[in-house]
C-alpha cells in the first residue's frame, strides 16, 4: 500500500551543488507533478507530466528539470542549488480521463531541501 | 488571474466545537474544488471534492463543504472538532488540464 514515494526524506546541500529528487508511484496512475511548498505560500506547481513522455513547466519552472523516467517514475533535478530553493519538495499523482476531468491527486510524504 | 484565498491562518478552536474554515476563489466558471489535510510531516490527504451537482458535498472523517456560486465560496465545516483534527488545511482549484491551483492553508489549533 506504498501509494507515492519520494527519496530522499531530507538533503542538506551547499549552493550550487546538483541534486535529483526521485518520486515513484504504484496506482498505475498517468499524470504526475511536483510541487514545493514554502511558508506562507501554500503549494506550487513546479512541473508536470500529464502522461509518460511528456512534461511541462507549471508556475515556478526556474532552476529545475524533469524527467518522466517511465509511467511509474518522475524525477526532478536541481542542476545549481540556490538558497532560495529551499523547500519541502511534494511529489504527487493523478489519474487522467480527459482535459477538464479532474481526478484527486495522491502525495508523497515530501523530501525536506536545505541549502547553504 | 487566478486565485484561491484562505483568508485566515491560524485557527483556534476547543475540543467539541464547531469549525467553520473559509475558502473563496476567482474564477469565471464553475471550477473542480478540493479540501485538502497535511499533518505535521506528511504529505496532503484528500478530505472532499466537488466537481457538480448537490452543492453540500460530505467527506472523510466527518467534515462537509459547500459550494457557493454566488460567494465564490468552498467553505469546509465540522460540527465536532476533534483534538487529531489539529493540522493544516488546504483549499484547491482544479482548472486546464489536471492543474491545481492551491490556497495559502490555514493551521488549525485544537485546544482540550
Known amino acids: 500500500n506504498a501509494g507515492v514515494t519520494q527519496t530522499p526524506k531530507f538533503q542538506v546541500l551547499k549552493t550550487g551543488q546538483s541534486m535529483t529528487l526521485q518520486c515513484a508511484q504504484d496506482?498505475?496512475?498517468?499524470?504526475m507533478y511536483w510541487y514545493r511548498q514554502d511558508p506562507g505560500m501554500g503549494l506550487r506547481l513546479i512541473y508536470y507530466?500529464?502522461?509518460?513522455?511528456?512534461?511541462d513547466k507549471g508556475e515556478v519552472p526556474n532552476g529545475y528539470n524533469v524527467s518522466r523516467l517511465n509511467k511509474r517514475e518522475f524525477s526532478l533535478r536541481l542542476e545549481s542549488a540556490a538558497p532560495s530553493q529551499t523547500s519541502v519538495y511534494f511529489c504527487?499523482?493523478?489519474?487522467?480521463f480527459g482535459q477538464g476531468i479532474f481526478q484527486p491527486q495522491h502525495f508523497g510524504d515530501g523530501t525536506r531541501l536545505s541549502i547553504l | 488571474a487566478q486565485s484561491v484565498t484562505q483568508p485566515d491562518i491560524h485557527i483556534t478552536v476547543s475540543e467539541g466545537a464547531s469549525l467553520e474554515l473559509r475558502c473563496n476563489y476567482s474564477?469565471?466558471?464553475?471550477?473542480?474544488l478540493f479540501w485538502y489535510v497535511q499533518s505535521p510531516g506528511q504529505g496532503l490527504q484528500l478530505l472532499l471534492k466537488?466537481?457538480?451537482?448537490?452543492?453540500l458535498v460530505q467527506g472523510i472523517k466527518g467534515f462537509e463543504a459547500e459550494f457557493k456560486r454566488s460567494q465564490s465560496s468552498f467553505n469546509l465545516r465540522k460540527p465536532s472538532v476533534h483534538w487529531s483534527d489539529a493540522a493544516e488545511y488546504f483549499c484547491?482549484?482544479?482548472?486546464?488540464?489536471?492543474?491545481?491551483?492551491f490556497g495559502s492553508g490555514t493551521k488549525l489549533n485544537v485546544k482540550p
Open positions: 507530466s500529464a502522461s509518460e513522455g511528456t512534461t
Open positions: 496506482m498505475n496512475h498517468n499524470s
Open positions: 484547491a482549484v482544479g482548472r486546464g488540464f489536471n492543474k491545481f491551483y
Open positions: 474564477y469565471g466558471a464553475t471550477p473542480y
Open positions: 466537488y466537481f457538480s451537482g448537490d452543492t
Open positions: 504527487a499523482s493523478s489519474d487522467v
